[in-house]
């Protein structure tokens, strides 16, 4: 910061100024739970529309677990009531409370891992989209390269073709 300062491109004014409006940013009420971190003994309130949801520290524990379940088993895409059974939680709590605490919902994580696990073996060389696709949870290839192009932009052959042309550049 000193040499920005010195150089005159951040002069102690307009570092003031950031400092004043990160506070303002920080105490706005519409912002302030952003910022507040839950200390309470009891777990955490999480909103479902206009409804509170408690989840308790053992509900929090139970959503983390899911979490665990879906990085472990790529290839095996579960459903909300599926998970929430397999670890004893009620859905809605799964459900509020995963998005609460991983800032995205279940099917976006499991889709997100799923593709990143397709994108490493892609990038590995050694597998066929066919077995890529099952390895993944999907058993049909066509589904496969669908969902794939919508979560990356292109298709597994395209990226595969690109990554084929980095390495040789």
């Known amino acids: 910061i000193d040499g920005y300062i010195r150089n005159r491109y951040l002069t102690k004014e307009v570092l003031f100024s950031c400092a004043l409006e990160m506070v303002a940013f920080m105490i706005h009420p519409a912002n302030q739970k952003l910022f507040m971190v839950d200390t309470s003994p009891s777990g955490r309130i999480v909103m479902a529309g206009m409804r509170e949801i408690r989840l308790s520290d053992s509900d929090l524990t139970k ?26 939680i009620s859905e809605q709590k799964l459900k509020y ?39 993944v949870g999907y058993h049909s290839q066509s589904a496969f ?24 550049s």
């Open 97 to 135: 409370g995963f998005l609460e605490l991983f800032k995205q919902t279940i099917w976006d994580f499991q889709n997100n891992v799923r593709m990143s696990k397709a994108v490493w073996l892609i990038q590995e060389g050694k597998t066929s989209f066919e077995d890529i696709s099952k390895a």
């Open 145 to 168: 390269y669908s969902a794939f192009k919508n979560w990356c932009g292109v298709t597994p052959g395209q990226l595969k073709k690109s990554l084929l042309q980095h390495r040789e």
């Open 63 to 88: 959503i983390k677990k899911v979490r665990e379940i879906i990085l472990d088993n790529a290839n095996d895409f579960k459903t909300i009531p599926v998970l929430a059974n397999e670890v004893k």
